[in-house]
């Protein structure tokens, strides 16, 4: 089975805290994405990545900074949380072949910062 | 902003086909229609993808009008496990794959 997987499911940090969520899939996928969901206004794009070492930004960037050192891993990072940031955050992969390709997403990391 | 209008939410019996409309109005000819839905408390889930012709898998229909305005997902045999949020999209064809998902639609399958 193919699998994105999300180191924590549930994070509770302090406001100024520095967070990491990782995220690893095992599809050999180009590219990797991080959203993040809010009650309201569905599922919005941070950053994404189409390759190791590359980075765009998304919809929603601010605040945000991401890491791709290997192609199954892709790491968003908090440098200094804020209560507006309780979220869920949303990983996502996929094929770089062709147009068609479809997203897999892991089960989201709920974060509440205090 | 996403380029789909749904309705927020919609109700169907078990067992009954539920159709779940899309529009998208503004959409380009190269731009494809996908079906993500998503079950509470997990990560959303593909359903279904075209371009401009109807598409069919296991899990569901696609329909998509001659002038590709809008679409409808339909699930020919609705179940309570079907109950989740469903979200159209158009994608932008890029090669980074990038999708805007909007609010999508609530179907509440009841028995």
């Known amino acids: 089975d193919v699998k994105v997987t999300q180191s924590s499911r549930y994070l509770v940090k302090r406001t100024g805290e520095k967070v990491f969520l990782e995220c690893v899939q095992d599809?050999?996928?180009?590219?990797m994405f991080w959203y993040r969901q809010d009650p309201g206004l569905g599922l919005r794009l941070i950053y994404f990545s189409y390759d190791v070492k590359m980075k765009e930004k998304g919809d929603i960037p601010e605040g945000y900074s991401v890491s791709r050192e290997k192609k199954e891993r892709f790491s968003l990072i908090l440098e200094s949380a804020s209560t507006n940031q309780t979220s869920m955050y949303l990983c996502a992969s996929s094929s770089g072949q062709g147009n068609t390709g479809e997203l897999f997403f892991g089960e989201g990391s709920r974060l509440t910062v205090l | 902003d996403a380029k789909t209008t749904q309705p927020p939410s919609m109700d169907c019996a078990e067992g009954r086909a539920a159709n779940l409309p899309c529009n998208h109005s503004t959409i380009s000819g190269n731009e494809y229609v996908y079906w993500y839905r998503q079950i509470h408390s997990q990560g959303p889930q593909y359903i279904i993808h075209g371009l401009k012709n109807n598409e069919t898998n296991e899990m569901a229909s696609l329909i998509i009008t001659e002038d590709r305005k809008s679409s409808t997902l339909i699930l020919p045999h609705a179940t309570l496990r079907d109950t989740a949020v469903y979200y159209c999209i158009v994608r932008v064809a890029t090669s980074t794959d990038k999708l805007i998902f909007g609010t999508g639609t609530r179907l509440q399958v009841f028995p």
């Open positions: 599809m050999d996928h180009e590219n």
